[in-house]
């Protein structure tokens, strides 16, 4: 049973939409990253991440929701995937936070600081990826007393 589940959690991670998703993530990074070194110097590094991060991930959803999961735009969709947004950047800074403390000050281990992005991107791209497929899937209606008619038999 667990090892179906194993499967089956890696049949979505290993997909065409995940990797779709991981090339708007790329992208994402990329137009953080441009906004954030253009505005930097002439407002500070606060401001500078903050407008830089909202216009990425604003840039994401209408990229996810049209190219990784082709839905329209909706409020709905668009205000949860705001709030995964800023839930990841938060766990994302608490985990940078949390192992830039142990590798430095407990363990001493300088060296592997400089590799914490990449580990925090690998443990939380995949689950953003799970709940992004959740909040972008179709509701599936079921109609408790009445039947459904087939289009074909109509």
């Given at each position: 049973m667990?090892?179906?589940k194993i499967?089956?959690?890696?049949?979505i991670v290993i997909s065409e939409k995940f990797i779709r998703f991981c090339i708007i993530g790329i992208i994402n990074t990329i137009i953080h990253l441009i906004i954030y070194n253009?505005?930097?110097?002439?407002?500070?590094?606060?401001?500078?991440?903050?407008?830089?991060?909202?216009?990425?991930?604003?840039f994401s959803y209408f990229a996810n929701s049209?190219?990784?999961y082709k839905t329209e735009i909706k409020k709905k969709t668009f205000f949860l995937a705001?709030?995964?947004?800023?839930?990841?950047?938060?766990?994302?800074d608490g985990l940078e936070f949390g192992l830039s403390y142990l590798f430095e000050k407990v363990l001493n281990l300088l060296q592997?600081?400089?590799f914490i992005p990449i580990f925090i991107t690998a443990l939380i791209l995949p689950f953003?990826?799970?709940?992004?497929?959740?909040?972008?899937?179709?509701?599936?209606?079921?109609?408790?007393?009445?039947?459904?008619?087939s289009s074909s038999k109509v």
């Amino acid at each position: 049973m667990i090892k179906e589940k194993i499967k089956s959690l890696l049949k979505i991670v290993i997909s065409e939409k995940f990797i779709r998703f991981c090339i708007i993530g790329i992208i994402n990074t990329i137009i953080h990253l441009i906004i954030y070194n253009a505005l930097r110097i002439e407002y500070g590094g606060t401001i500078a991440t903050t407008i830089a991060f909202i216009v990425a991930s604003i840039f994401s959803y209408f990229a996810n929701s049209l190219y990784t999961y082709k839905t329209e735009i909706k409020k709905k969709t668009f205000f949860l995937a705001m709030l995964v947004f800023v839930l990841k950047l938060l766990l994302n800074d608490g985990l940078e936070f949390g192992l830039s403390y142990l590798f430095e000050k407990v363990l001493n281990l300088l060296q592997l600081i400089k590799f914490i992005p990449i580990f925090i991107t690998a443990l939380i791209l995949p689950f953003q990826f799970l709940v992004f497929n959740k909040i972008f899937k179709e509701p599936q209606y079921e109609a408790k007393d009445e039947k459904v008619v087939s289009s074909s038999k109509v």
